[in-house]
């Protein structure tokens, strides 16, 4: 890395941080996030780990080949399947509690406002409850250990039916957004 100032013999060139130094000072600062969806933050580690755990084939293993797609079609597919290996309250404690502290070593996140999508997972067979007080666990233990807050929003697609929108917005909007 050169420093600009290398070179100037007259000190009258200002000063630059280096290049790293100033991706380190934005890393440093602290962050509020107000749109991350859970189910898009998954390790790819982790995702093998629960593929082996609930014994789901993976299109691949290689935790640096999870995410690779070039389309839109393939990106859904990928991500329908990193979600179905999320299964009990543990798996969804464990990847809020990870995207949390991910959010924390990498760019000092105080506060999140983190979306799930209540469908993708009870139109798999996993109870509401199951979801919720799996990812409430998480962001807990999160605040415990690296103080970091996170509120929960639910996410609904709108191609899910406008009956089960209605009930779920009404009965787990307010419980889910307190963690
Ligand atoms: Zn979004």
Redesign the pocket.
């Given at each position: 890395m050169t420093n600009p100032s290398d070179g100037a013999t007259d000190g009258a060139k200002p000063e630059y941080p280096a290049k790293a130094d100033y991706e380190q000072y934005l890393r440093r600062l602290p962050k509020v996030e107000l749109?991350?969806?859970v189910e898009g933050t998954l390790r790819p580690a982790t995702v093998v780990e629960l593929a082996a755990k609930h014994k789901i084939a993976l299109p691949t293993t290689e935790v640096d080949e999870i995410y690779r797609y070039s389309t839109i079609y393939e990106f859904l597919e990928i991500y329908a399947a990193v979600n179905s290996t999320v299964i009990d309250r543990e798996d969804f404690a464990r990847i809020a509690y990870e995207t949390l502290q991910d959010g924390v070593e990498l760019g000092n996140l105080k506060y999140r406002e983190m979306?799930f999508n209540p469908t993708l997972h009870t139109a798999r067979g996993i109870p509401m409850a199951t979801v919720i007080d799996g990812l409430i666990d998480g962001a807990k233990a999160a605040e415990t250990d690296f103080g970091v807050s996170c509120a929960f929003i639910a996410?609904v697609y709108r191609r899910t039916r406008r009956r089960w929108r209605g009930r779920w917005s009404r009965r787990y909007s307010r419980t889910a957004g307190r963690s």
């Amino acid at each position: 890395m050169t420093n600009p100032s290398d070179g100037a013999t007259d000190g009258a060139k200002p000063e630059y941080p280096a290049k790293a130094d100033y991706e380190q000072y934005l890393r440093r600062l602290p962050k509020v996030e107000l749109h991350c969806h859970v189910e898009g933050t998954l390790r790819p580690a982790t995702v093998v780990e629960l593929a082996a755990k609930h014994k789901i084939a993976l299109p691949t293993t290689e935790v640096d080949e999870i995410y690779r797609y070039s389309t839109i079609y393939e990106f859904l597919e990928i991500y329908a399947a990193v979600n179905s290996t999320v299964i009990d309250r543990e798996d969804f404690a464990r990847i809020a509690y990870e995207t949390l502290q991910d959010g924390v070593e990498l760019g000092n996140l105080k506060y999140r406002e983190m979306f799930f999508n209540p469908t993708l997972h009870t139109a798999r067979g996993i109870p509401m409850a199951t979801v919720i007080d799996g990812l409430i666990d998480g962001a807990k233990a999160a605040e415990t250990d690296f103080g970091v807050s996170c509120a929960f929003i639910a996410d609904v697609y709108r191609r899910t039916r406008r009956r089960w929108r209605g009930r779920w917005s009404r009965r787990y909007s307010r419980t889910a957004g307190r963690s």
